[in-house]
């Protein structure tokens, strides 16, 4: 068995991945609505994905649990919504123009595109296997370039932002001015990046197009190692929290080769998925490059005076990075799990309750009229309070089953008892079992039994 060192100095067995998992989990988002291949009447377009009811749902639950971690629950967070369009400067002072670019190489045989720092050998190609076919490496930028205004030239290029992270720095002196927040405190945002990758792939784990969830969380210089290791151990918690098992999670360092020009120090917050061990964040200590460069460039103080110590400082910068689609992708494969009942395989998605898309299912036991006007009532009482779903369709055993495979933790189910007792069947989706509720307390019962 082989041992890696996980956070606060703890021994984790990892686990062995599931090479069928992923397969699995694919073809349940396809089929159940989570995720579509973007354009697919078209033949679809690579690495573009679309997200259905079902994922639409989850990945807004997904954010919605970091927003209330990282700014609901604290009074030293606020939130932005940054531009997603960008002019040069701001990519210049920030080095992505000059350093986000990636060693390209194009093999003269087989005509496939490779990254040349991810070659076992840089001399052979993997997908032909020839040696020597390889092109000299070129420099290849990250960004999405486009125009804006009618008329296309240089000083019309803008780029799509490449991560959430500047939109915060810039607005730094706008968020102190206007909030009269001081350090320590964070900026949070969440929002659309855009990176012209040259081998996306695994499904959503690696796309152009994807969501971030980040906090830059600015602090006195004197005090950012402490605030590093304290984000270190927030961030891994949340995921835990949220149903992640610990032996699928991992803190993983960057030794110094890794660490970005701007970083003292930086850790990974890594989940095993079928292929085996995959970032979902990385918490950084990105110093005060960030505030420097743009005051530099901007010709703009980005300072902070402190009037109780008579210390004016640039504050250095913690920060932890998500992505939202790669945990809700970690989610759904730590959720996914299959059992045997009545000689039946029950897959079931065991979704923490914040996470699930649909809360509670309300199922008449049959779709006669007389039962449908009990039913709707039923759901009009939940539907204020939680995100429900109405099914009438197919035998009760295979509505129940398809709740389960799509996490929902409840199920209401309306009987003819119903019509006499006034009362109707709750059933939890991980344990199976059913308890009979008036439907006077039905609310009560669902909010006490998902404890949100």
Not at 54 to 59: I, P, V
Not at 91 to 110: K, M, Q, Y
Not at 329 to 346: G, I, K, P, Q
Not at 413 to 431: K, M, Q, Y
Request: charged content about 25%; some cysteine; proline content about 6%.
């Amino acid at each position: 068995m082989l041992w890696l060192l996980g956070a606060g100095d703890t021994l984790l067995a990892m686990p062995t991945p599931d090479s069928d998992l992923f397969d699995k989990v694919v073809n349940l988002c396809k089929r159940r609505g989570f995720v579509y291949p973007s354009a697919e009447i078209y033949g679809g377009f690579r690495s573009t994905y679309d997200y259905g009811p079902l994922g639409s749902l989850m990945l807004r639950n997904v954010k919605d649990a970091w927003w209330r971690s990282m700014v609901q629950l604290r009074d030293d967070v606020v939130g932005l919504d940054a531009s997603i369009l960008s002019p040069p400067q701001v990519w210049e002072a920030s080095g992505h123009l000059a350093n986000f670019t990636d060693p390209l190489v194009d093999c003269t045989n087989c005509k496939t595109r490779h990254r040349q720092d991810n070659l076992d050998d840089p001399d052979t190609c993997p997908s032909c296997g020839k040696p020597g076919t390889f092109t000299e490496a070129r420099a290849f930028n990250l960004m999405f370039r486009t125009q804006a205004g009618p008329v296309e030239g240089a000083g019309a290029d803008v780029y799509l932002r490449p991560e959430t992270a500047q939109g915060m720095f810039i607005n730094f002196k706008n968020i102190i001015n206007t909030t009269r927040k001081k350090p320590p405190f964070g900026i949070a945002q969440i929002g659309k990046s855009f990176r012209n990758e040259i081998t996306p792939g695994n499904f959503v784990f690696r796309t152009r197009e994807f969501e971030q969830m980040e906090l830059e969380f600015f602090v006195p210089p004197d005090d950012a190692d402490q605030w590093y290791e304290y984000w270190l151990n927030e961030r891994r918690n949340w995921y835990l929290d949220l149903g992640i098992p610990e032996d699928m999670l991992m803190m993983r360092p960057h030794a110094e080769d890794e660490l970005s020009h701007y970083s003292s120090a930086t850790a990974d917050v890594e989940f095993m998925f079928p292929w085996g061990w995959g970032e979902l964040e990385g918490i950084a200590n990105r110093g005060d490059f960030d505030l420097k460069q743009h005051s530099e460039h901007a010709n703009e103080k980005l300072e902070f005076f402190d009037q109780a110590t008579n210390e004016r400082y640039v504050p250095h910068v913690i920060e932890p990075a998500a992505g939202a689609t790669r945990s809700m992708l970690a989610f759904l494969m730590a959720a996914y799990d299959e059992e045997v009942v009545n000689d039946e395989t029950r897959a079931v998605l065991r979704l923490h309750a914040k996470l699930a898309p649909y809360k509670v299912a309300v199922l008449p036991l049959s779709k006669k009229d007389t039962l449908r006007p009990l039913a709707r009532e039923v759901l009009a009482s939940l539907q204020p309070h939680f995100m429900t779903e109405y099914d009438e369709t197919q035998a009760i055993g295979r509505r129940y089953r398809r709740q389960d495979e799509i996490g929902t933790p409840l199920c209401v189910t309306v009987d003819f008892e119903s019509l006499e007792d006034n009362a109707v069947t709750i059933r939890d989706r991980d344990s199976m079992e059913q308890v009979r509720i008036p439907v006077s307390d039905v609310v009560d019962h669902v909010r006490g039994a998902l404890a949100l």
